[in-house]
């Protein structure tokens, strides 16, 4: 069983920078970041496949980063230039797919308990 335990939310300025981490205890071949805000449905912003491959929602591309470190079981998500309509419950979720295609939240096999991110 996977464990996924995100880390690294908090209050940042607009055009500030939050790194979030995500531990889990071995790999998975796809593996994403969600948040939802408060009223809004969850999303997905970004995403990883077994191959490196990534994907980012229209609203954070280019000021997101999503990236492993392997050695460390952890996965990051670098958010870069935040804006007050980041603020939201950060989730991190992963698959057992090589490839991360569309998989709605409900479809990933393993998703962690959330960090909050508020950006004033």
């Known amino acids: 069983h996977v464990q996924l335990v995100e880390s690294g939310g908090g209050s940042v300025q607009a055009g500030g920078s939050l790194k979030l981490s995500c531990k889990y205890t071995y790999s998975i071949y796809c593996m994403a970041w969600f948040r939802q805000a408060p009223g809004k449905e969850r999303e997905r912003i970004a995403a990883i496949d077994a191959v490196g491959k990534t994907s980012y929602a229209d609203s954070v591309k280019g000021r997101f980063t999503i990236y492993h470190a392997y050695g460390d079981k952890t996965l990051y998500l670098q958010m870069n230039n935040l804006k007050p309509e980041d603020t939201a419950m950060y989730y991190c979720?992963?698959?057992?797919?090589?490839?991360?295609?569309?998989?709605?939240?409900?479809?990933?096999?393993?998703r962690g308990q959330g960090t909050q991110v508020t950006v004033s």
């Open positions: 979720a992963a698959a057992r797919r090589y490839s991360c295609g569309v998989l709605a939240w409900y479809e990933y096999d393993y």
